[in-house]
Each structure stands twice: as C-alpha cells, then as structure tokens.
C-alpha cells in the first residue's frame, strides 16, 4: 500500500531485462552508442517529428532546466503554475540552469493555468522596456502536479497566447504518458500540434530506472543543447544504459501499457475511496495522481497497517474541523494492485 | 581489442547483480533508501573517516562541479593542471557549478603538478587585492590524465602548500581505485591523511553503471551540498540504484579487484609493446592508462584487425619523421584480458 | 511641473560644488581616496555604527543587488514585495546578482507587506527540504514604491519575524532619507535597531548625480562585498567624485534639508489636489511620492500645459468610468517649487 | 610626479564643465536625454558607422565585461593575453557578466598576442566535440596593457583568423584614443575595418570622470545589450551626466588632443630617462605607458622627492644583481606636464 510517489516503485521487468542485455562487451560512450541512434528514430517516429532532436538524461529536473534554459534568457521569464515542480520542488535548478531567469507563478483552476491568468499576466508587461524581465517561455505540466491534466484544447489556447507574445512553449512530462493516456491522443497532438516546442518527455515515474528524454522539435537548437547538458554533467558516459531503457520502454507500446495501468489503478482508488463518507478530492483526478482528504481515523487505520503516502497541508472547512479531516497525496504507478487498492480503501472506510 | 576509455567497458556482473536485487518493491526515493546508508557506513570505514559526508552521483563531471564548487567562491580560482579533465574535457562545467570561478592551468612535469610551477604562480596573488580573482582551491587527479600517478609524497608538498595559503584540495578520482593500486596505500593515506578536503571517488571507469561518490570530511560542509546536487538536477529519484552499485563496490574490496586487473591488464600492455623498436611512452604509465607512440605501420596493422583506441596529437621528432610515428591513448580497463593485450601487441610489432 | 521621478531633477548646488571641488590635482583611485575615508567615518556617525563597513556605488539597482546577493545563497529566496523595485524594474539584476536566487512576491496592505502575509508564506517552507529553495533574506524599501512609509514598528515587527526564521534582513532605500524625514526617526532607528543588517542608501534621487552608500552593519562581510563590487564593474577608478558627493550629502545635514524640502512639496501636491472633486489617492501618501487618480479632462488639462508624469495603469470602478478617471504616478523632488505645484493642481483643478 | 595611473588624475575642464551645463532643469532619465541622442549621433560619425549601436557606461570593466557577455556564450571561451585587464585586473568579471565563460590566456611578444601563438591555441579545437570549451571571441587591447600598440596590419591579422573560426573580435580601449593617436589613423580603421565586431571606447583615462562607450558594430546586437547593462545596474538614471561627458570628450576633437599630449608626455618620459646608465624598456612604448627599469638608487632618490608610480615584480639579470636594478610602470596622462617629467628624469638620473 505504497502511495507515496511513483518514484518509490520499481523498474518494470522489460526495463531491466534491457540493461542487462545492454552489458555486452563495449559500446561508444557519451551518446554515440548504436541504441541512442535507435532511440532517437523511435522517438521521431512515435512524434511524427522526423526532424526533431532527442537527447537522454536522467533526472526530471535536469530534462526540465535544460530544455528552458534553451528557450529562456537570463533576463526573461519562464510563466508557470505556482504550485508547478519546477517552482516549487527543484530547489531553484531552472533559475541555476538559465542562468537567473524568473519564474513568474501563475494561478489557476483544478491545478492548470487559466487563459485568463495568463492574459492578465501578459498585459503587466510593456514591448520594449528595458527595466523588466523579458517574456521568455511557458511551461506547463501534463499530468499536473494536481493530479489533473489539461485538455488537447486547453494546451493549444495557452500556447496560442504564449505564440501571439513569441513565448516559447515547454511541456513538462514527468508523467506525459499518463496524460496521453488520460486524453486518448498522440504524442504529436499533445506536443507540436499543439503548439509545443520542446517537451520533457518522462520515463522515470512510469516505470524506469532513471530515464527522460528531451525533445527539441526545432533541430537548430540542438547544439546548444548538447553543450548545456554536457556542461552539466548531464551527459553519461555509459549512456548505452540510458538508451536500452528508453529504447526498450518505446518498443511494443510499453509506455503505453505501463501508464494505462498505472491511470487504472488511480481510478480504481478513487472508485473505492469515492463512497466513504467525507472523502472528497481537491482537484479532479484525471491520471495516476489523486489530492484528496478524509477522517482522521481512516489515516490512522491506514497507517497503521502499512499505507504510506504523503500528508497535504490546509485545512477542509466545508467537510468538518481542519483537525478532523486530512489530507494526502495519493499516487499510484504501473505496479500498483488491485488488491493494494482494496485492502486500502477497505482500512480508509474503517 | 578496446582501449578507447574505461567508460567503453561493459559493468562488472557484481555491480550488475546489485542492481537487479535491488529491485524489489518499493524504497524512499531522493537518496533516502536503506542502501545509502550501508554506503555512507562503508564509505567512512573504508576512509576512517567517522564524520565524512558522502553523496553520490552518476557522472564525473557532478562529482567534480559539485566538489569545486563548495570549496570555490565564484570570484576565486580553481588551480590545476594544464591538461586536467575539468579544464579540457567538461565543456567548462566547473565555471558552470562555481558561477564563474576562474581555472589557473599549471604546467608540470609527467603530467602532474609540480610544486615549483604551483609555488609560481601563487607568487602572483597579491594579499587583500581586490582587483584580482582570489586563490580558491586546488584539484589534482589521479591517476593523471597522462596516466603518471601522484606520489603520496607529491600530494602532501602539494597540499601543503595549498594550506599555506588557505586554499582548500579536491582530488579528482575518477580513477582513485587504480591510483591506490598502484601507491599500495589506503583510501585515508591518498586522501585526508595528505590533506584533501574532498574527493570524487570514482567507480563509473572501474566497472560501475554510472555511479560515483563525492567524500567531504568536513561535514559543515554537507549541506551545501546536497542543496547543490539538488539544484543541479543530480539528485536521482530511484537512487536506490545508485546506492545499490556502490555497496556492490565497496563490498569485498570488489573495487580494490577491478583496479588491480586493471593496472596489471595496463602493465601487461607495457611490457607487451616496450620491446618494438620505435615504441615509447610519452609519460610514465603506473596504473590502467599510457600515451605512447609508435611506427605508423603498427597503428595500421591494429586498426585493421579491429583495434579501437584515441589517436593522440603531437609529433615526435626523436623517433623519425612526424607522420610515420603516431600517438596514441590506451586505457585498459577490469575486463581486459591478457588475449587481447597479446593480440594486439602483436599487430603493433608485425 | 515634471514630476515624472526625483531621477529627472538636478543635482543639488552643493553637491555639484563637491564635484568640482574633488578635481584638484591627483587622487588615489578605486576608492583609495581620502574623502572615501572621510565618508565613511560620516556614516558610521550618522548611523551611530561605528564598526560598519560602507562602500559607494552608483546605482539603485547595484547596490540593491550586491546588497541582496551577500545575504542570499544562489538556492534561497529574497522575499519582498510584489511591486517593489527589486522585483519589477531592475530586469532580473537580483537574480543577476545572486547567481538565481528566486525572489518570492509578498502582497501586503497600503503598498508594504504585512506581518500576515510574510508568516503565511514562510508556513511553506519546511525545514531542512532540499528540493525547495531556502529561506535567505527580506527586503523591504522605505519610501515604499507606493508612496507610503513604513513605521518603525511595522520594520521591527516584519525583521523579528525573520530573524526567528534565520532570514537577513535588507532595507531598500533609495528614498531613505525621505523616510526617515517622514517618521522623525535617526537612522539607527530605521536600519540596525530595527533589525536591519544591510542598507542600500541612496543620495542619487535625493539631489545626487549618481550615488548610493551600501552600509553593511556586520563587518565580516565586508570583504566579500568588495569582491563582488569589483567582479560587478561597480568600482570606480575616478572614486573620488562619488566620494564627494557623499561627503557633501552628509554634511551639515544637507540630506536631511533636501529630503525635508521634496516631502514638504508632497504634502501640499496632496494638500492642493485632495478637494478637487473626484481625486483619490491609491495608498498613503507618506513622503514625496504619490499614486493618485482624476478625471481626464484635468489630466488632458494639465498635460496640454506641460505636465510631465506616469500615467499608472488600472480602473478606479468607486469614481466612475475607467475611461474618465485615469491614475498617475506625482513625484515631488528637493528642487520642486511651490509654484508648480500650485499651477499644476490648478490645471487639474480647471 | 605621479605616474601611477591615468586613472589619478584629474578631469580636464572641457568635461567638467560639460557636466555642469547639464545640470540644468530635468532631464529625461536612464539613456534617455537627448545629450544621448547627439551622443550616439557622434560617434556613429567619427567611427564612419551609421548603424552602430552605442551605449555609455562609467567602467571599463562594465564596458568589457558586457561586451563580452553579448559575444560569449557562458560554454565558450574568450581568448586574449595572458596579462590582459580582463584577464588579471577585473577580479573575474568577465566571468561573471558571461556566466562562466573561460578565459584563454594567450602569450606573445611585446605584450601583444601572435598570430602564432593564436594559430597554435586554436589547433587545440576539435569542431564539434562537446567536451570542450568552445571558442567564443578574441579580446585585443590597444594600447596594451604593456603600452605596446597593435599596427593596423597586426590587428586585421589577428581578427582575419578569429573570423575563419567563426570567432567575434572585441576590443579594449580604454586607451583607445592614445592608441589612435600613436597609429595616426581613424576610428574606423582600429576597428570595424579591421575586423573588429564591438569597441569599448574608453574616456575615462583620457580626461573624463568616468564614461566608457561601447560601440556594437551590429545593430542586431542592441537590444541584448540593453538588458544586460540595466540587468548589472549600470544603466544609468541620471544618465545625462554621462551623455555629457561623452558629448564633450568627442567636440572639437578634444579626446585627440587630450590623447596627443598624454603620448607626448610619455615620449618624453622616455626620451628623458633613456640615455640615463642601466636604464631600459621592457617593452616598446609606443603611446602614454612605459614599463622600464634602472636603478636602485635612482627610485629612492625619486620616491624620496615625492615621485608615485607601481613598482613592478620581476628580475633584469642583464642589468645588474636583481635587488640593485628595480621595475616600474610609469603612466603620463593629458594633464602631465614637462616640468613634472623632467624634474623626475633629474631625480632619476642623479
């Protein structure tokens, strides 16, 4: 009863399986391994992007502060949800990696920047002058950090403002196989058709050991892109271990059925959760990601029997004393089981 | 017949072993796994060093960064060797991490620093001048990049000198396992007890996935730190994996094993090709790595037959004509096996 | 009648003949002049701080930003208020400055933040979490950029606040001496026992040509404020001439005079504008700045005249149409005279 | 008799009046004023550049480091002599404004970089290899800092093969009108069309305050430079004191006078104390700088007259014992006068 974050979970099978199989003898370092070659045809043709530039890395943060630190200048600004990972969970890298751009919050509604907070923003700033920051990028986050995940419609009318003031547009998918899941499209509807630039395209959270690409749908900036993970020490030597992972997690869907499992178990625990008395969720739950409280006696049942997830801070005024109902993050992943699932929910109802 | 780098070498079945068994369910993620603190515990035995801080992170190049960059204020400098890996060969990522500290290059003599030319150039610092960048840190590696290893001896006059002038030590091991091999001393004698103040401890080139830890003894230093690696995007999510190729290492003097074979493939490989006419080394090889030359038709021969290794720069006018004696880099590495160096000393002699 | 910012108004006589005076023959440079030590020792007296380190610069934004960057590590936060200057009109120079420390935008009431809104920010923070930014430094500016002032006890209770939190606490004053004017106070009173440890003293909008003092309270870093200013470009090889101005301005209260004169010239703008049917001011006016609004046609009226002012964004829904009442920036210098002042409210006036 | 720095002296009354004729009334802030638009106008005609964009700022160091900063990116390298001001007298700053660009440091003869040895750093770079730095732009100074002068044919060498390897040319005058004058030839020839991209025009030794243009012979390249300099406070808000200054320096060819009779006056310097015993140049003096070296006795019985100039490090083992023969850097300015030059000749001489 592991919902603490789909980091805690295990590589898949086909995941390892690849690198073992990828121990055989030498191969090139530093990105010249034949699967990287591999990799990027796959990612190219998943997109539908035959130009596009794909490179590995391993950590989300770097993936997110690469790919802005090539679309913002020092002395612009990266527009995101206020509560986005890059704002609050990165300890600063997008402003390290940029060199000290700012990131600019933005509210919003159900977890997603509204097209009415980005204008409003947009309209503080005046073409030309000199005294303030720059309009740089946007980047926004499917699956969002809220557990939601903004529509095909709603990307590409974000996108289409950000177009209008040259911002360029950045999607930050931790979990993008999740929210393409959740929207039944393809990865080119959820990126370039709709406005995306450049995408942190995760594999880490779905199931592998430490694995995002990023994918530069301009190939002119790949260079530079090249250079800043290289300066980052983002490049791996034995980066053949990066490619088997990810060429193995593009091979016969894999992704795909990793994160289909993994939103299935997120709306089983939301089915099962649903009908106990005061549960509510906090934003809708669109994917494998859940924000939502009940009784305090349902955590302390839970908890004593194992679960484990994250507590949520803020109080619940329309559901009882804030003492009294508790929040949590709750997050399932490609390995969760339905009987987890049950055994949960059952010690949540008490 | 692969000498191009240790990075082109396959893991070693322990560390890959580790990795597997260390997919089991679930486990904290952002370094707070169980394993990590087995490695901490190995880490301060192996050093003697009861209070040390210990980090990992998967490339050499974070090690480094991060490393200089507790212990070099931006508008200090960085003294090192003239041909050091974080001076020619990280795309400048210690100015990256430092924000734009300064690298001396020093001379030397067989590839390593020499207290004269370092006792030079500080003779150029003047006292409280603000005009110039201030004395910050010093980083020796070894083995060399040159393949020469840094006496015990050479280290302490190194380091006491840098004392002297309030300039903190950082050791670049990339290859640490083989320079300790090759000195016959402890992790404490090549580190502390010579005064280095932090070390990145290699194990990617010596049989690892991608894995190397940073070893600070001042612990005040700590959380700078981990802030730092964080910000960086080099703090691993699923950093079990990380941990669990570590303690495979430092379990049964594994790394202690690969280093020596290592050394003994590299010995071997002298032994093997110094009895061709024409063949010299261009520094003294005393571990795993050699740059050498020899007649073109040798280069040819091997190559022909499958050889793989870096060509190296630089005529050499003692042993005929430039372009009929060629340069080269050979780095053996834990799976090197004596067929191979045979072989290809053979095709080298004709 | 331009009351468009105290930057657009002369150099007071003094000064200039400060200026002209410091041209005598050779001077020691980049700082080395014996009227810097004078000035120092000025300040120390006038801030009754004798162990203060102070250096000149001759920028708002420099001696913001080096100010700020002493005090705050590249992976902390500078909170500070949402439209202060720092935050909206030095082009990211914090940032800049800090190597990407975030600033966190604070709400607040009357132009200043409130102990309310400061303590439900820090409630975000948890201690000793490394994938959030750190707590660093507070900077309030006093003549805040509304126009109000904050009390001695409003600084006192903001700074307690951050002391418990380990937060430094920086103090913005570009407009200091009209502060300190409006609250009768010493400058002790306003900065270090108040609990401020850095100030950005300014002189250039109070009848300077282009100086502010940096007064550092703890000596300690002293050192690396000079380093920092050097590595900036902001030390001046001619210092002499920014070291006169300064003597000028601290002598025989000659500050205090000009700054009592452009407050004096804000009260009666207010005084002279207040009946005119449908004005209001947007925040107190507390020294000699004022946002305001009034109804176009004396805005037609007054610029038809040559009235030079900030138009200032934003509907004003309590006095009619949004397209009727227009808001404005009005502020007064040391060298505004009564008479333009009354013609100005005059032509609003109709 | 102070040849310590051009810096030391005083400003010539042309630009001090300027100044106080500015200060009349308002004055539109931060670039603004309309002395700036004659200002610009001014220098596009004396450099023969209609297009160039021009911008004031009060430091060479400022004026470097953002030029710099517009031409280098943060993983390139800027090369240029290994005693240059960017390189030994800047505490970092060019480091600091490009965010972590390395520094080449470049040997040569005379103190000025050889197309050889140029030739011999850049054989160093592999295109395209990622590992490494990459090459940004070439810095030049004239005068340099060894008051040498670079010929017309020197400089277009120089820049001929930077532009082959796509490499930017910047040059540092900060002398650059005594580098002019020495050259006999025009603005336009020691820069554009020599192969210059971006000029820091200094006036700051030559007789100002302190104001600094810099000269982008791409217009493209404006704007950047515009944020970077309000980004690092050196925009300034009473600007129109620059402007002044600037506006004086470049009437009736004041600067070429000014630049005239500071290289007299070190002609004369040299031309006074060469026929004295043991004397000797360590360098070709060819503008208002000259380092050179006599004896012992001779520096006491100047210094004991009051004489003030740095005493320079280094050996003269063709002069005499090294504690009998000492060094000097001895800098003449507009306002040296002959009696000043001969009375210390006399001294010199004994």
């Known amino acids: 009863m592991i919902f603490g974050s789909d980091n805690m979970a295990p590589v898949c099978p086909e995941a390892m399986n690849a ?33 596009a530039a794909v490179y590995l890395v391993a950590t989300g943060t770097a993936a997110n502060s690469l790919a802005l630190a090539v679309y913002t200048a020092p002395w612009q600004t990266v527009f995101c949800y206020e509560k986005s990972h890059i704002a609050v969970d990165e300890c600063g890298a997008p402003e390290f990696y940029t060199n000290g751009a700012k990131l600019t919050n933005l509210g919003g509604t159900d977890g997603k920047i509204t097209p009415e907070v980005f204008k ?61 899941v ?39 900036k790949a260079w530079e892109f090249e250079l800043r993970r290289k300066r980052a020490g983002h490049l791996f030597s034995k980066h053949r271990f990066l490619s088997a992972q990810m060429e193995a997690y593009l091979t016969d869907d894999l992704w795909i059925r990793l994160a289909t499992q993994a939103n299935a178990a997120g709306a089983r625990l939301e089915e099962k959760l649903s009908p106990i008395e005061g549960f509510r969720t906090l934003y809708t739950r669109d994917a494998n990601l859940m924000y939502c409280g009940w009784h305090r006696a349902g955590h302390e049942r839970a908890k004593a029997a194992g679960a484990y997830y994250y507590d949520e801070p803020g109080g619940h005024p329309d559901s009882g004393p804030a003492d009294e109902f508790l929040n949590a993050r709750l997050v399932c992943n490609w390995s969760t089981t339905d009987a987890e699932i049950d055994r949960f929910a059952a010690l949540v109802r008490g």
Request: hydrophobic share 40%.
């Open 182 to 220: 959740a929207l039944g499209c393809t990865p080119a509807d959820m990126t370039w058709k709709a406005g995306i630039d450049v995408v942190s395209f995760g594999g880490t959270k779905n199931g592998l050991m430490g694995v995002e690409a990023v994918v530069l749908f301009d190939p002119e």
């Open 19 to 51: 690198i073992t199989r990828a121990n055989e003898g030498y191969a090139s370092s530093y990105g010249a391994d034949e699967a990287m070659q591999r990799v990027t045809a796959q990612i190219r043709s998943v997109f539908e992007a035959p130009d």
């Open 120 to 180: 409003a923003q947009l309209a503080n700033y005046r073409k030309g002058d000199v005294h303030q920051v720059q309009m740089g990028s946007l980047s926004l986050t499917n699956v969002t950090e809220a557990g939601s995940v903004y529509t095909l419609d709603e990307i590409r009318t974000l996108t289409a403002i950000a177009k209008e003031n040259g911002i360029a547009c950045h999607l930050d998918g931790a979990r993008f196989a999740n929210a393409m």
